[in-house]
């Protein structure tokens, strides 16, 4: 064997060659396999319900990292709790994975008082509810011009077009009477005729 090589160095440095190739890609996946924890994972924490506070540290001790990806409006959970997990609790990852958590909003939902004025009582409230807004009520006042929108309003404070209120706010849409000054129009008719009433008797 040794005068074979002896014979053919080219073949010898090609073998040679050859093993040293295997030994270093073995070397190198060995290496990649305890730089990446191949073999090696961690089951995720059930974190729905927590504080951001509380689940960030949870998942700090299972070796995995919280990244917060978006944030609702859900009045049934906690301000600030988590509502939703990727991956979902029980899953098998790697460690130091990333956990995208979605939480609830740490503040209440904020709604844009739209330009309601002159249009009717029905569309107005219609408008409103739409957008969000659950509390609405209407009230009654004197203006010349009937069933149409004057303002809105929230706890005795006019609001103008553009206002940001909480979606849970109480709105007041005030509408026109059609009477103006709070006078009946049978009022105004009675009064005239007392006038040209006293008028004719002035003159007899």
């Given at each position: 064997m040794v005068d074979f090589f002896r014979r053919h160095p080219v073949l010898f440095n090609l073998l040679l060659m050859a093993i040293t190739s295997v030994i270093l890609l073995m070397l190198a996946?060995?290496?990649?396999?305890?730089?990446?924890?191949?073999?090696?994972?961690?089951?995720?924490p059930d974190v729905s319900g927590m504080s951001l506070k509380e689940a960030m540290v949870t998942l700090q001790r299972c070796n995995l990292h919280a990244e917060?990806?978006?944030?609702?409006?859900?009045?049934?959970?906690?301000?600030?709790?988590?509502?939703?997990?990727?991956?979902?609790?029980?899953?098998?990852?790697?460690?130091?994975?990333?956990?995208?958590?979605?939480?609830?909003?740490?503040?209440?939902?904020?709604?844009?008082?739209?330009?309601?004025?002159?249009?009717s009582a029905r569309q107005?409230?219609?408008?409103?509810r739409s957008l969000g807004f659950n509390d609405v009520t209407s009230e009654i006042v004197p203006s010349d011009y009937k069933d149409l929108v004057l303002g809105v309003k929230s706890m005795g404070v006019s609001l103008r077009a553009g206002t940001?209120?909480?979606?849970?706010?109480?709105?007041t849409v005030e509408v026109g009477s059609g009477i103006s000054g709070g006078f009946e129009e049978s009022d105004t008719l009675s009064a005239l005729d007392n006038t040209e009433w006293e008028q004719t008797e002035f003159f007899e």
């Amino acid at each position: 064997m040794v005068d074979f090589f002896r014979r053919h160095p080219v073949l010898f440095n090609l073998l040679l060659m050859a093993i040293t190739s295997v030994i270093l890609l073995m070397l190198a996946m060995w290496g990649l396999n305890i730089w990446t924890g191949h073999g090696k994972v961690q089951v995720v924490p059930d974190v729905s319900g927590m504080s951001l506070k509380e689940a960030m540290v949870t998942l700090q001790r299972c070796n995995l990292h919280a990244e917060v990806i978006d944030s609702v409006h859900n009045d049934q959970a906690s301000r600030g709790s988590v509502v939703d997990q990727v991956p979902p609790a029980g899953d098998k990852v790697k460690p130091g994975r990333d956990i995208y958590l979605t939480i609830n909003a740490f503040t209440k939902k904020q709604l844009t008082i739209p330009d309601l004025t002159g249009s009717s009582a029905r569309q107005a409230m219609s408008v409103l509810r739409s957008l969000g807004f659950n509390d609405v009520t209407s009230e009654i006042v004197p203006s010349d011009y009937k069933d149409l929108v004057l303002g809105v309003k929230s706890m005795g404070v006019s609001l103008r077009a553009g206002t940001q209120v909480p979606a849970d706010a109480r709105l007041t849409v005030e509408v026109g009477s059609g009477i103006s000054g709070g006078f009946e129009e049978s009022d105004t008719l009675s009064a005239l005729d007392n006038t040209e009433w006293e008028q004719t008797e002035f003159f007899e």
